[in-house]
């Protein structure tokens, strides 16, 4: 049997300077439940609480580069969820992605995630 039994992606782990705040304002900003552990980590868990989640972590170290591994999110309807994400305090970044249908944004401490077009809006 090959190493793919069984296996499933459980969390997607964010490096980051204050894990408290960065994960509350991504569980703020998705709706979505957290946990904080004793060592101060976050969890934040989808809705329906199935994997993967996003995992925030303290590191020492400042954010230096681009991301190598990214976020997408997808919703119903593009616009209001960028302007979400800018209310809740994201910031639109040009990283050279041109005239392209999705929107590049950063999380205050600088991750870059996107904002694709709606799978309707996408099909058009």
């Not at 979505?32 to 995992?55: C, E, K, M, N, T």
């Not at 305090?89 to 401490?109: C, F, K, Y």
Request: negative net charge; charged residues 25%; proline residues 5%.
């Amino acid at each position: 049997m090959g190493l793919s039994a069984g296996l499933t992606l459980e969390a997607i782990v964010v490096d980051c300077r204050d894990a408290s705040t960065l994960g509350r304002w991504w569980a703020e900003v998705l709706e979505w439940p957290y946990a904080i552990d004793d060592d101060g980590f976050v969890s934040v868990f989808q809705p329906d609480r199935h994997s993967p989640l996003l995992f925030f972590m303290n590191v020492p170290e400042l954010k230096t580069a681009k991301n190598r591994l990214h976020l997408d999110f997808r919703g119903d309807d593009q616009s209001a969820l960028v302007d979400r994400f800018l209310a809740h305090g994201a910031t639109r970044i040009d990283i050279g992605q041109g005239d392209s249908p999705w929107v590049v944004l950063a999380d205050p401490e600088d991750n870059e995630f996107c904002v694709l077009a709606s799978r309707q809006d996408q099909a058009r």
